[in-house]
């Protein structure tokens, strides 16, 4: 009855803000749309599509809203209007009571609160539709007292989403199967997606877990702070970190009165991303100004502070390496190697001609690069190129969603700080200087220091088999020594192709990075 009853709610949401309009439409039967429109009590008819779109998500709740932002990353899949109202959704969740989050906390860690901390503020400093944060103050066996964020949990999301995401798969099997547009929208595939997404943000080790190892990843570059974990106080349900103080990233004016240098903000933000992505292939997927701070502290002035880690990207190296060649390949208006590279990974029909898609990648990209470098949108030039991948049949990368949906993060970020920043002169010169590593000489001795120890223990055996060869060899050919001597024979095979496949190996890498540098110079 729960399920009818929640069921019946989100179709009378749906109604109100006239998304069978929506449905009815694609059937293109204008007497449907007619038949429709005849009830208007209690409906709002008037706003545009997406507006409405993003109502309907806002009244079902925050299981809706934060399925609405997932789906905003899918510009390949929703038209531009929509996608963009989706953008604008927000978690507006009341706090649950400080007593239930003391309960939690309590039951989590089998003490008091007052035993685990001097100090817990009741009233939480953010709430949101997954977990809300309280400030604390943490006793270490140490005697030292560590100023802290608790994470708790809401309770009973699991069930709540469990039932959600049932509603949600059987409203996109309906949307499929009325339609070819329901077909092309892949609503069964987002909604796996958000799925996904949903249940890494409910446990809280694995985002404690994330965070660690991007505080690993940026330790070397002072450009940024990610809170450190508390492992003894981190739990599915609860985690405690270190607590950050900074001035949210869209106080702009508070920023530039502390005296922060904004346009240098603004290429350090560029400069994180693309290290993160291309550097370590581990990357905070969620980098709305919402989570991100700047220290205003002497010590680490200027630099960014990361939060909430719930939503994190992963690339391969095969992704790197396919993203910074097209990267650079777009850099430098080189649309045929672009059209070569979708063809080589297998993102379009192998059949696909070279010069139509070419022709097509062109058309989107030359119009913004012909404009003054600061006028230049990469998000524009995305969306017009995800516009264009419906025709050549591109297959959208699962493990490159996140990625588009931070770049477009990064690049409104950016522009919000400093409207004149360059993200394609910004990022070009760390993308050569990332090509070149991958095929100089450092890659070569990184790869052969991690082969290293599969070679350790054969280098030791062939002094004495050389020697075995050269003592027997005066002798007359027993059974054992033809048996040596076949052995010895594979042997020098194998050093003779490890020595000059080898020289081969070097010859060609040398090649390559004189190749490289000549077309990227």
């Given amino acids: 009855m729960t399920r009818i009853f929640r069921g019946a709610f989100i179709v009378w949401v749906m109604l109100r803000y006239g998304l069978d309009e929506l449905v009815l439409t694609s059937f293109k039967k204008p007497w449907l749309l007619r038949l429709a429109r005849i009830i208007t009590v209690g409906r709002k008819l008037d706003a545009p599509r997406g507006q409405r779109i993003r109502q309907t998500l806002e009244s079902l709740g925050p299981i809706f809203v934060k399925f609405g932002q997932v789906l905003s990353t899918r510009r390949d899949l929703l038209p531009v209007d929509i996608a963009d109202e989706l953008a604008l959704l927000q978690d507006r969740v009341p706090p649950f009571p400080s007593e239930m989050a003391i309960g939690i906390i309590e039951t989590a860690f089998k003490k008091k609160v007052d035993d685990i901390f001097v100090f817990f503020e009741r009233e939480p400093v953010a709430s949101a539709s997954i977990a809300q944060v309280h400030f604390a103050v943490l006793k270490e066996r140490s005697g030292r007292h560590r100023e802290v964020a608790v994470k708790v949990l809401r309770p009973g999301m699991l069930d709540v989403i469990d039932k959600d995401l049932d509603l949600l798969r059987m409203m996109a099997g309906w949307v499929e199967s009325l339609s070819d547009d329901g077909k092309r929208l892949k609503p069964r595939e987002v909604v796996a997606e958000f799925d996904k997404y949903l249940h890494d943000e409910l446990d809280l080790v694995r985002e404690a877990s994330s965070a660690a190892q991007l505080r690993r990843n940026m330790a070397d570059l002072d450009m940024v702070l990610i809170p450190e974990m508390f492992w003894d106080y981190c739990m599915p349900n609860v985690m405690v970190m270190e607590r950050m103080k900074g001035v949210p990233i869209s106080q702009v004016d508070r920023l530039r009165a502390a005296g922060v240098d904004i346009p240098k903000l603004a290429r350090d933000g560029v400069t994180i991303f693309f290290t993160q992505v291309f550097r370590d292939g581990f990357f905070h997927a969620d980098m709305h100004p919402g989570n991100i701070q700047v220290s205003i502290e002497p010590a680490t002035f200027g630099r960014y502070i990361s939060l909430d880690f719930g939503i994190v990207g992963t690339l391969t190296e095969i992704d790197k390496e396919y993203l910074a060649q097209n990267f650079t390949a777009f850099f430098r208006r080189d649309y045929k190697r672009v059209a070569e590279l979708h063809i080589e990974s297998g993102w379009v029909?192998?059949?696909?001609?070279?010069?139509?898609?070419?022709?097509?990648?062109?058309?989107?990209?030359?119009?913004?690069?012909?404009?003054?470098?600061?006028?230049?949108?990469?998000?524009?030039?995305?969306?017009?190129?995800?516009?264009?991948?419906?025709?050549?049949?591109?297959?959208?990368?699962?493990?490159?969603?996140?990625?588009?949906?931070?770049?477009?993060?990064?690049?409104?970020?950016?522009?919000?700080?400093?409207?004149?920043?360059?993200?394609?002169?910004?990022?070009?010169?760390?993308?050569?200087?990332w090509m070149l590593n991958q095929i100089g000489p450092k890659k070569l001795l990184d790869e052969l220091r991690n082969e290293s120890p599969r070679y350790a223990k054969l280098l030791p055996e062939l002094p004495r088999l050389v020697f075995d060869f050269l003592q027997n060899s005066s002798r007359g050919p027993s059974k054992e020594t033809l048996a040596l001597l076949a052995e010895q024979k594979k042997t020098n095979r194998l050093l003779s192709a490890i020595l000059y496949g080898g020289i081969g190996f070097v010859l060609g890498l040398l090649a390559m990075q004189i190749f490289v540098r000549v077309r990227l110079f």
């Fill in 349 to 433: 029909p192998a059949t696909t001609r070279v010069d139509e898609l070419e022709a097509a990648v062109r058309s989107v990209c030359e119009p913004y690069f012909d404009r003054p470098l600061k006028e230049l949108s990469l998000g524009m030039v995305l969306m017009r190129l995800f516009q264009t991948s419906r025709r050549f049949q591109v297959e959208i990368q699962p493990q490159l969603v996140l990625l588009q949906k931070t770049l477009l993060n990064i690049e409104g970020l950016g522009r919000q700080l400093d409207p004149d920043l360059d993200l394609w002169h910004t990022a070009k010169p760390f993308l050569e200087k």
